[in-house]
């Protein structure tokens, strides 16, 4: 593929002319926020609800968002800027433009950047570890999708260290929460059971039509404080993302305070997990933004 090109703020650039200021906050204090889209056959995924969400970030953390239609006529130069992606992400970043140096913003026209690339596709199952570390249900940022993850960069490392793809993260109270990138449902006797908001994850957008798939299916769906020591008793478990759509864990870690592996659980990719994976691939094919 040619060199990708980028949108940074009314113009497309390339990789070696994009730029942003050295005094921009999203640099220097990570005062931002984001949305990950799908790109399929050249086009976004689900961009309308993407939007809506991009835009709640932004007023939960104070940043002036420029209005949706402004972000989509980009994110249409963007795409059209460059070869049809086959398979890949489109991310569209919202900082609140150059500030001082500290905490305390400057009232700058804020940021807008939208960057893509090619992904190889996920493989058809996956592995997650529950990792030490605790999402904090409490944080001014909950439920908010901001640019501040650094916790779960270190999170992910260890995961793929210890040979898992995803970290997943219990709150203070020990409730399992979402992953570093992605939400998290199990299955027990026949109910899908995802955790609740009040465990601090953030509600994706696949999540979200993933609840509704277990509607129009006719499944039984528990918002439930499922802990460590349930996950003996879960038949089947998968993760929803952007990019990984409904992607079934075969397999399920347990670190102990050190940060070293303990128990792991293996699991099937279940009838209900296919069923639903199922069912979003249709929604897929048919409706570009549900």
């Not at 999203?26 to 976004?44: P, S």
């Not at 999402?135 to 490392?157: D, F, H, I, M, Q």
């Amino acid at each position: 593929m040619s060199e990708m090109n980028y949108y940074v703020n009314g113009q497309i650039e390339t990789a070696k002319t994009a730029a942003i200021s050295v005094l921009d906050h999203g640099f220097t204090v990570a005062d931002g926020v984001f949305e990950t889209l799908l790109i399929t056959d050249g086009e976004v995924f689900a961009l309308d609800r993407h939007l809506v969400r991009l835009a709640h970030s932004a007023r939960g953390l104070g940043i002036i968002c420029p209005d949706a239609t402004t972000v989509a006529e980009a994110v249409t130069r963007t795409l059209k800027a460059n070869e049809p992606i086959e398979h890949g992400r489109l991310r569209i970043t919202v900082t609140s433009g150059n500030g001082p140096l500290g905490s305390d913003r400057g009232g700058a026209k804020p940021t807008l950047v939208i960057t893509l690339a090619p992904t190889p596709r996920w493989s058809d199952t996956t592995s997650a570890v529950l990792v030490q570390w605790i999402k904090n249900e409490r944080s001014p940022l909950v439920g908010l999708k901001t640019t501040s993850y650094a916790e779960n960069v270190v999170a992910l490392e260890l995961a793929h260290k210890l040979g898992f793809s995803e970290a997943l993260m219990c709150d203070s109270r020990g409730r399992i929460s979402e992953g570093t990138g992605s939400n998290v449902f199990f299955v027990r006797d026949g109910v899908v059971i995802t955790p609740d908001v009040h465990t601090g994850l953030l509600k994706g957008i696949t999540r979200d039509l993933v609840i509704d798939c277990i509607h129009q299916l006719g499944l039984q769906l528990s918002y439930e404080d499922l802990e460590i020591s349930d996950l003996p008793q879960i038949d089947e478990a998968f993760l929803t993302s952007s990019t990984r759509n409904v992607h079934p864990i075969t397999k399920l870690g347990v670190c102990d305070d050190s940060g070293l592996l303990g128990a792991t659980h293996e699991l099937a990719a279940g009838p209900i997990t296919a069923q639903l994976a199922s069912a979003f691939t249709s929604l897929l094919a048919k409706n570009l933004n549900p």
